[in-house]
């Protein structure tokens, strides 16, 4: 399928769970497409259907992250965050970013939850970027570390090509070379249908290095 395709899918779902109430069902949903809105950024959308998708990515996610509050549901609130977080970096705003990526690092932690927590600490490498390169080296090595011990292999992979990005951020003083950028079709992963595997953590796995790259580019 494609992005359009589930998007339209998870709308009616959505308009389903509002007529029912369903709280949690709709938390899950309004997180599924922000969470898509973002995949299809990564997959190269840009101009005005980018400034789109990153809107709506914010406000849906905003919402599944209120409901997911209401509700007390911890791993909801981390998934939130963390899509929120990339969001917001995406967007420019980046101390917004951080702080929706620390608040997801927090509870993470508080959850002994090793996954999500190196997986939220791979977005706050990438805010830190441009203001603290050797900071986000170091966040970017945790959350390596972590993924080693409790990820999935695509977040692994994801995290080593952040890891690698990074120090050649900083070798070449801030600047990449054009030629050697990272391409988003190169390493588009074939799990951003928001159709597919929706379970934390095997979404974004394989590109999260394009987000690192879109945003130096």
Avoid at 15 to 38: F, Q, S, V
Avoid at 48 to 71: D, V, W
């Amino acid at each position: 399928g494609t992005f359009e395709e589930g998007g339209l899918i998870a709308e009616e779902g959505i308009k389903l769970c509002r007529d029912e109430d369903d709280k949690e069902g709709l938390a899950k949903l309004l997180w599924t497409l922000a969470d898509g809105n973002m995949a299809e950024i990564f997959a190269g959308a840009a101009g005005p259907r980018e400034s789109h998708l990153n809107f709506m990515a914010r406000k849906r996610g905003k919402e599944a992250l209120a409901l997911y509050q209401q509700l007390g549901n911890l791993p909801g609130q981390v998934k939130c965050l963390n899509v929120l977080g990339m969001a917001f970096v995406s967007y420019g705003n980046v101390a917004e970013g951080k702080a929706k990526a620390k608040a997801a690092v927090q509870l993470a932690k508080e959850m002994e939850d090793k996954e999500a927590e190196g997986m939220n600490l791979l977005v706050l490498a990438q805010a830190r970027i441009f203001d603290n390169k050797e900071e986000a080296a170091r966040l970017a090595k945790l959350a390596e570390r972590l993924l080693k011990e409790a990820g999935s292999p695509e977040w692994i992979k994801g995290a080593e090509d952040v890891v690698e990005f990074i120090r050649d951020f900083e070798r070449a003083g801030g600047k990449r070379e054009k030629e050697s950028k990272v391409k988003l079709s190169d390493v588009q992963s074939e799990k951003t249908d928001i159709t597919g595997d929706l379970d934390f953590g095997k979404v974004r796995g394989c590109y999260f290095h394009c987000f690192t790259a879109r945003l130096a580019r």
